[in-house]
């Protein structure tokens, strides 16, 4: 009896449009498969570094009740380009005739560059502002480039000065030295490279996080170059006041740069091959097929699934363990400020390849009591580690 309420209840919320995929009435709660993997963050995450890639979103969850006056805002200090917030949304929850029961406040945040920066919140009323906050939130972010994007990226500081580095058509330099302009000085170009090989992009600088109204705070000044072509090309720069261009420069920073043609070493036994990839990011559109991937990479599966059923991805731990293995499986459902029920989500399952072989992923859409029910979905796919 239990098992056909819960049927009929999905059927239920499919015959009102609850759960289908029909435009005109979900507008903004639809599934986007093409939606960035999404990193959830909650209150029991205060205090930790939390690893993520650029192009992945982070969301916050944190309970709070805006009928008391108090709401979670972002304090002020993050200047760095690590994230770029995508706003936030304050969701009640919905419990029939109860007034002043709460709800949750959802941040979103864009990871832009590849970084190491904090978010620290407060829970407060806005027009107290004599007042510290009721509650702080604070969680540290560690970015990286993703994967495809790692070797077009070269970061650098102080402590690469005299070197040389080795980079491709294509790839972007960037140079982070610590300055302080309320000082006065600041780093300039002071040789130019060959511009046949290696563009300037200019520079930014970014003044260090610090409490409001500290003032001769000092900051990171970020200088960008892109590879033009195969070449030798030489970055020289200076820390200086512009004004007194009769003195030499308190501190050089000087860096070699060869742009080399790009190509796959040939001596390296360990290469991936060329048609296999060190990520791979599968979808529904992907069931019955083959894919590669390189020895040491990730299979990452994104599936639309909808919880509210009672239907899951099941049967992801039943991979050839030798050569896959299951690093993550996870459900989030999909923002949903208008309280609305019956809404879906999305199936996070990531795998590491751990040698060369082939194993196939069965996965099967269903609800764990109903194993052989004829609503349930098959999804399957080939994975060949090289």
């Given at each position: 009896?239990?098992?056909?309420?819960?049927?009929?209840?999905?059927?239920m919320f499919t015959a009102f449009g609850l759960a289908a995929a029909d435009s005109k009435d979900l507008g903004p709660n639809l599934p986007d498969p093409d939606a960035p993997v999404e990193i959830r963050v909650s209150s029991g995450d205060a205090n930790k570094e939390i690893a993520a890639k650029v192009g992945e979103i982070?969301?916050?969850?944190?309970?709070?009740?805006?009928?008391?006056?108090?709401?979670?805002?972002?304090?002020?200090?993050?200047?760095?380009?690590?994230?770029?917030?995508?706003?936030?949304?304050?969701?009640?929850?919905?419990?029939?005739?109860?007034?002043?029961?709460?709800?949750?406040?959802?941040?979103?945040?864009?990871?832009?560059?590849?970084?190491?920066?904090?978010?620290?919140?407060?829970?407060?009323?806005p027009w107290e502002k004599e007042n510290p906050p009721a509650r702080l939130f604070n969680v540290k972010i560690k970015a990286e480039a993703a994967k495809d994007d790692a070797a077009k990226l070269v970061e650098l500081t102080e402590k690469d000065n005299g070197?040389?580095?080795?980079?491709?058509?294509?790839?972007?330099?960037?140079?982070?030295?610590?300055?302080?302009?309320?000082?006065?000085?600041?780093?300039?170009?002071?040789?130019?490279?060959?511009?046949?090989?290696?563009?300037?992009?200019?520079?930014?600088?970014?003044?260090?996080?610090?409490?409001?109204?500290?003032?001769?705070?000092?900051?990171?000044?970020?200088?960008?170059?892109?590879?033009?072509?195969?070449?030798?090309?030489?970055?020289?720069?200076?820390?200086?006041?512009?004004?007194?261009?009769?003195?030499?420069?308190?501190?050089?920073?000087?860096?070699?740069?060869?742009?080399?043609?790009?190509?796959?070493?040939?001596?390296?036994?360990?290469?991936?091959?060329?048609?296999?990839?060190?990520?791979?990011?599968?979808?529904?559109?992907?069931?019955?097929?083959?894919?590669?991937?390189?020895?040491?990479?990730?299979?990452?599966?994104?599936?639309?699934?909808?919880?509210?059923?009672?239907?899951?991805?099941?049967?992801?731990?039943?991979?050839?363990?030798?050569?896959?293995?299951?690093?993550?499986?996870?459900?989030?459902?999909?923002?949903?400020?208008?309280?609305?029920?019956?809404?879906?989500?999305?199936?996070?399952?990531?795998?590491?390849?751990?040698?060369?072989?082939?194993?196939?992923?069965?996965?099967?859409?269903?609800?764990?009591?109903?194993?052989?029910?004829?609503?349930?979905?098959?999804?399957?796919?080939?994975?060949?580690?090289?």
């Amino acid at each position: 009896m239990k098992h056909t309420m819960l049927l009929t209840a999905a059927a239920m919320f499919t015959a009102f449009g609850l759960a289908a995929a029909d435009s005109k009435d979900l507008g903004p709660n639809l599934p986007d498969p093409d939606a960035p993997v999404e990193i959830r963050v909650s209150s029991g995450d205060a205090n930790k570094e939390i690893a993520a890639k650029v192009g992945e979103i982070i969301v916050i969850e944190l309970d709070g009740n805006a009928t008391t006056g108090y709401s979670w805002s972002e304090l002020p200090g993050r200047t760095d380009p690590v994230l770029e917030s995508k706003g936030n949304d304050y969701v009640v929850n919905q419990r029939p005739g109860m007034v002043g029961g709460g709800g949750k406040t959802y941040f979103r945040y864009l990871v832009k560059e590849a970084g190491t920066t904090e978010i620290k919140l407060g829970y407060a009323r806005p027009w107290e502002k004599e007042n510290p906050p009721a509650r702080l939130f604070n969680v540290k972010i560690k970015a990286e480039a993703a994967k495809d994007d790692a070797a077009k990226l070269v970061e650098l500081t102080e402590k690469d000065n005299g070197g040389t580095i080795h980079v491709v058509p294509g790839a972007t330099v960037r140079i982070n030295l610590k300055a302080n302009r309320t000082t006065g000085y600041s780093w300039a170009l002071t040789g130019k490279p060959d511009e046949k090989v290696l563009k300037s992009d200019g520079n930014e600088y970014k003044v260090n996080d610090h409490p409001e109204g500290m003032v001769g705070v000092g900051g990171v000044d970020a200088w960008t170059f892109s590879a033009l072509a195969p070449g030798k090309a030489e970055i020289v720069l200076g820390y200086a006041r512009p004004w007194e261009k009769d003195k030499e420069p308190a501190q050089a920073f000087k860096l070699t740069v060869e742009v080399e043609a790009a190509s796959a070493p040939a001596t390296d036994s360990k290469a991936a091959p060329a048609d296999a990839k060190k990520e791979i990011r599968l979808n529904d559109g992907d069931n019955g097929k083959t894919f590669k991937v390189a020895d040491g990479g990730a299979v990452v599966l994104v599936l639309e699934s909808n919880a509210t059923t009672g239907f899951s991805w099941c049967n992801a731990d039943k991979v050839d363990k030798d050569i896959l293995k299951l690093e993550r499986n996870d459900y989030t459902q999909y923002p949903n400020p208008n309280g609305m029920v019956g809404v879906g989500g999305r199936t996070v399952i990531v795998y590491r390849a751990l040698k060369p072989g082939k194993a196939k992923i069965d996965l099967t859409y269903m609800q764990p009591w109903e194993p052989d029910s004829k609503f349930n979905t098959k999804y399957s796919v080939t994975i060949e580690v090289e």
